[in-house]
């Protein structure tokens, strides 16, 4: 059982994360570092030596990598998953990879489980990623561990390649959207400060929360796309594209593209939903965490990083 923190003081605690080497598992790794953590992060590839963290090559399908993540660790946080590709490969890296990882967590004799899904699991139906984010979350809440799983919706912030379209089209002045709809999202830094906070908190176990930048109702996309067109001094012109539309730029992608396709028939679907806002009831309680990034100048650091990065 992860021990409760003395008030005052930070609890230092040994963390095994997976997922560490994507976009939020980047971030997590270095404030979990900041934060005193001793961390043991999952990589397929060799890294270079980071102070406070250790490197286990291995992957979801590696028994034996996993269980030398899992062995001594006080937590788990599972963040890996795959976010582009087939059904079959959904189900082979979401669901079978995080029963995988509770595998070797429950045979290192860890209880407390972090696991990191996505809103999309809330409409199964409408998307093979949303129906595997579904089923990796039914193998959480069935492992008899100490589990939150924690339901990001759109992430943002600095080394984002997923939202980087929509900063590009702002600065260019013109904005294709799906149909009308709305949205949450969520500043990296917030969603992984969340993350550090759940390790200790026991009222979290058995939860899943829904975490957002605190807005009611949501980012209408016309009102998010013109937000992003003010920091380039652009009065970005918006457009949105019909559903059918979207699927025939999708089967062009698959033809031209075949298996590197990026708008795929499955976020389309997903796209085209009118509500990916954040449940109320859900959002995790005030006194455990709450947003601190105001969205706008969340973006306006975004854009900066990546103008720094040269990457717009």
């Known amino acids: 059982m992860v021990p409760l923190p003395v008030p005052g003081r930070i609890q230092v605690t040994t963390l095994a994360i997976t997922g560490g080497t ?13 934060k005193g953590h001793s961390v043991r992060a999952l990589t397929r590839s060799a890294q270079a030596a980071v ?28 963040v890996a998953g795959r976010i582009g590709g087939t059904r079959a490969q959904f189900e082979e890296a979401n669901v079978t990879g995080t029963a995988n990882m509770i595998d070797a967590v429950r045979s290192a004799g860890v209880r407390r489980f972090i696991h990191i899904s996505s ?30 799983i924690v339901r990001p919706p759109a992430v943002y912030g600095p080394g984002d390649k997923e939202t980087l379209e929509l900063f590009k089209m702002a600065k260019r002045g013109f904005v294709a959207l799906p149909p009308p709809g709305h949205f949450s999202v969520i500043h990296v830094s917030d969603l992984c400060r969340l993350i550090l906070a759940l390790i200790d908190s026991r009222a979290s176990f058995s939860q899943t929360y829904e975490p957002d930048d605190g807005r009611d109702g949501g980012w209408e996309h016309r009102h998010f796309a013109r937000t992003l067109g003010r920091l380039f001094d652009q009065r970005a ?39 990916w806002v ?21 973006l306006k650091e975004t854009a900066d990083w990546y103008q720094a990065q040269g990457w717009l």
């Open 22 to 34: 994507g976009f939020v598992g980047q971030h997590l790794l270095r404030m979990a570092v900041e």
């Open 237 to 275: 012109a918006t457009l949105s594209v019909p559903k059918a539309v979207l699927h025939g730029a999708s089967a062009l992608d698959r033809l031209f593209r075949r298996g590197n396709a990026k708008l795929t028939a499955d976020r389309v679907r997903y796209f085209c939903h009118p509500d």
């Open 51 to 78: 102070d406070g963290i250790e490197w286990v090559e291995g992957a979801l399908d590696d028994p034996a990598s996993l269980a030398r993540l899992a062995e001594g660790a006080d937590a788990v946080i599972h």
């Open 119 to 148: 809103l999309a699991a809330r409409e199964p139906h409408l998307s093979d990623y949303g129906w595997s984010k579904a089923r990796s979350e039914k193998v959480a809440a069935a492992s008899g561990l100490d589990w939150t």
């Open 278 to 298: 954040v449940t109320a009831h859900k959002r995790p309680p005030q006194t455990l965490w709450s947003p601190m990034v105001h969205t706008p100048t969340g």
